[in-house]
Antibody, heavy 122, light 107 residues
Framework: QVTLKESGPVLVKPTETLTLTCTVS??????????VSWIRQPPGKALEWLAH???????SYSTSLKSRLTISKDTSKSQVVLTMTNMDPVDTATYYC??????????????WGRGTLVTVSS | SYELTQPPSVSVSPGQTARITCSGD??????AYWYQQKPGQAPVLVIY???ERPSGIPERFSGSSSGTTVTLTISGVQAEDEADYYC??????????FGGGTKLTVL
C-alpha cells in the first residue's frame, strides 16, 4: 500500500523556521520518473504549490517563495524534508506532500498525504 | 508565471451533468489535471493529461480540452460528488499552478 505521511510542528512562532517531513511507504524515492511535492492550503483557500524534488534530485520551487524554501530527500529513510524560513501568520495552512508518479514536460500528483495543519502565532 | 481561472461555484441537481471550466493561456501547450477535495480531506486526482481517468475513478468523470479552456464533466451527478474541484497545470521545469477552485453543489 502506497502512503505518504506529513509530520512536523503544529505551532510555530513568527520568524521561526518550519521543518516538515514527508515519510513515504510502498514506493522508493529512487524510482525513475518519480518525485514528491509539497503543497499547502490556507484555511478556506485554494491549493498552492511550494516545491518538488525528483528521483534524480532535480528540484523546483515556487517563484514567490523560492528564497524561503529548501527541499531535500533521504532515500534511505524514505523521507522528503521541506524547510521554510521566516514564518509569518499568513503561512498558516495545511501542508500536504504528494507523489509525482510520472513526469516529463508535465507534473501531476497521483497520491496525497492527509496533510498537517501548521499555525503561525506568537 | 501564469494563472488558471475557474468559476467559484457550480450548482446542479442530482442526475444532471456538471461542467467545470478552467482557463489559462498555457493550456494549449500543457496538460491539465483535476482534483476533487471533500471537506476535511486531501485532494484526489480524478483526471490527468486532460482526459485520462485514474483507476478507481467513476466513468461519470471525464475531461476535455479546447484551446485555452479545459473542462471537467461529471455526468449523472450524485450527492457524493459535492466537493471542491481544482485544475492544475505545469511543466517539469516548474512552476506548478493550481486554479482557484470550484465548489460543486448538488442541489
Amino acid at each position: 500500500q502506497v502512503t505518504l505521511k506529513e509530520s512536523g510542528p503544529v505551532l510555530v512562532k513568527p520568524t521561526e523556521t518550519l521543518t516538515l517531513t514527508c515519510t513515504v511507504s510502498g514506493f522508493s524515492l529512487s524510482n525513475a520518473r518519480m518525485g514528491v511535492s509539497w503543497i499547502r492550503q490556507p484555511p478556506g483557500k485554494a491549493l498552492e504549490w511550494l516545491a518538488h524534488i525528483f528521483s534524480n534530485d532535480e528540484k523546483s520551487y515556487s517563484t514567490s517563495l523560492k528564497s524561503r524554501l529548501t527541499i531535500s530527500k533521504d532515500t534511505s529513510k524514505s523521507q522528503v524534508v521541506l524547510t521554510m524560513t521566516n514564518m509569518d501568520p499568513v503561512d498558516t495552512a495545511t501542508y500536504y506532500c504528494a507523489r509525482i508518479n510520472d513526469y516529463g514536460d508535465y507534473v501531476y500528483f497521483d497520491l496525497w498525504g492527509r496533510g498537517t495543519l501548521v499555525t503561525v502565532s506568537s | 508565471s501564469y494563472e488558471l481561472t475557474q468559476p467559484p461555484s457550480v450548482s446542479v441537481s442530482p442526475g444532471q451533468t456538471a461542467r467545470i471550466t478552467c482557463s489559462g493561456d498555457a493550456l494549449p501547450k500543457q496538460y491539465a489535471y483535476w482534483y476533487q477535495q471533500k471537506p476535511g480531506q486531501a485532494p484526489v486526482l480524478v483526471i490527468y493529461k486532460d482526459s485520462e481517468r485514474p483507476s478507481g475513478i467513476p466513468e461519470r468523470f471525464s475531461g476535455s480540452s479546447s484551446g485555452t479552456t479545459v473542462t471537467l464533466t461529471i455526468s449523472g451527478v450524485q450527492a457524493e460528488d459535492e466537493a471542491d474541484y481544482y485544475c492544475q497545470s505545469a511543466d517539469s521545469s516548474g512552476p506548478v499552478v493550481f486554479g482557484g477552485g470550484t465548489k460543486l453543489t448538488v442541489l
